[in-house]
């Protein structure tokens, strides 16, 4: 089992940049798919980045892609999004996840079974 919590989120004026960080407890923390995701007000929860359990691969949706980088430290238990030239569409409540134990990507939350509280991004116009 592992316990997810978010931390970073804040308000950044548009063409910014901020990073937040997805701390982990529990055990084989490398061996599992985490993935960030993240949902707006009246909006479904949306994809946003994943970096698969062996650390090697990484995934971002078009909207995103350039612009977002995951990356992980299994030694600190962390991982984090850095997010470049945010646009006021990026606003939302951002979650990182865990899929089960050496399960592969996946861009569906419902198939991730660790999630965290969420923190807010905010990016003004």
């Known amino acids: 089992q592992v316990q997810l919590v978010e931390s970073g989120g804040g308000l950044v004026q548009a063409g910014g940049s901020l990073r937040v960080s997805c701390a982990a407890s529990g055990r084989s923390f490398g061996s599992y798919t985490i993935g960030w995701f993240r949902q707006a007000p009246g909006k479904e929860r949306e994809f946003v980045a994943a970096?698969?359990?062996?650390?090697?691969?990484?995934y971002y949706p078009d909207s995103v892609k350039g612009r977002f980088t995951i990356s992980r430290d299994n030694a600190k238990n962390t991982v984090y999004l850095q997010m470049n030239s945010l646009k006021p569409e990026d606003t939302a409540v951002y979650y990182c996840?865990?899929?089960?134990?050496?399960?592969?990507?996946?861009?569906?939350?419902?198939?991730?079974?660790?999630w965290g509280q969420g923190t807010q991004v905010t990016v003004s116009s």
């Open positions: 970096f698969s359990w062996n650390g090697v691969n990484t």
């Open positions: 996840a865990a899929r089960n134990l050496y399960q592969l990507y996946s861009p569906r939350p419902h198939d991730y079974r660790y």
